[in-house]
């Protein structure tokens, strides 16, 4: 989603990004420099120097914004949230419930999938966490698209006919009976947890509860280094979470 550009990112090169607020007069970024910020916008795709260093300037992609993320809870980054998107089919207009908000990354990358006329309705327990991720959202510029509510999901979905209902929970096979009511059939099912226990609590679960289709999966990303011996990156961004899909069925 293209939204008003309140913000730009600006690389360095060795891949370093800065998220840098437009329209606020001169200001100090930490380990940049001193810059205007008046008119950076219209800098996008260009280059610009600070104090002798050269930075590429940039509209803030999905990406940047998730990474750069106030975060208060730990965050589903992008190399999972775009996976989770995408295998719950959310497309433009879809509804779609997420348990808990955490951070609110998730809901961004859920956000954008169904943005502009899409819904993310976004269950959190703990008030703290709500501010962080409502603060978040809006600041990605996702704030008419996502709505929040400070309730345990455990004790009731309040929508009905969603496309999907993702979770980021502790015990997330105690939500199983309210996401089966809140999903239209055939909807979508995910859930994300940072354990085999968990996910394994979690597959059964599902399976007693009749989803179909029921499957795990853990991505592992490696970058590539490309120089004149080009090879994969030494470090790798290995376990995150493992991710658990499913399909609601009205009967078995
Ligand atoms: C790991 S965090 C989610 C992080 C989030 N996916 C992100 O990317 O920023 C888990 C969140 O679930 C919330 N939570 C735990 N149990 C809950 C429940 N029963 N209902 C709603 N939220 C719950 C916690 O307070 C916490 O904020």
Do not use: C
């Not at 106030?70 to 996976?83: E, F």
């Not at 779609?96 to 998730?106: C, D, I, Q």
């Not at 996502?146 to 096979?173: C, H, M, S, Y």
């Amino acid at each position: 989603m293209s939204f008003a550009m309140r913000e730009v990112v600006l690389l360095n090169a060795r891949g370093k990004k800065w998220r840098i607020p437009v329209g606020e007069g001169l200001r100090t970024v930490r380990g940049v420099g001193q810059l205007k910020t008046d008119g950076l916008e219209r800098l996008v795709g260009h280059s610009l120097e600070v104090g002798g260093r050269t930075y590429a300037v940039l509209e803030p992609s999905v990406r940047d914004q998730i990474e750069t993320i106030h975060r208060k809870a730990q965050i589903i980054g992008p190399k999972d949230g775009a996976y989770l998107a995408f295998h719950t089919d959310l497309g433009a207009g879809d509804t779609v419930v997420e348990g808990g908000a955490g951070s609110g990354a998730l809901t961004i990358a859920l956000a954008h999938a169904v943005a502009p006329t899409g819904r993310v309705v976004s269950y959190e327990i703990r008030p703290d966490f709500l501010d962080v991720a409502r603060a978040n959202v809006e600041e990605a510029g996702y704030g008419d698209v996502a709505q929040f509510r400070e309730k345990d999901i455990t004790q009731g979905i309040e929508e009905r006919d969603v496309q999907a209902v993702v979770l980021d929970l502790p015990e997330p096979w105690t939500a199983l009976q309210v996401a089966k009511r809140a999903l239209q059939p055939s909807g979508h099912f995910a859930s994300y947890s940072p354990t085999v226990e968990q996910m394994r609590e979690t597959v059964l679960a599902l399976r007693e509860e009749a989803f179909a289709e029921v499957w795990s999966v853990e991505l592992l990303e490696r970058r590539m280094e490309v120089g004149r011996g080009s090879r994969p990156a030494f470090q790798m961004l290995g376990h995150t979470g493992y991710m658990t899909f499913a399909r609601r069925m009205v009967s078995a």
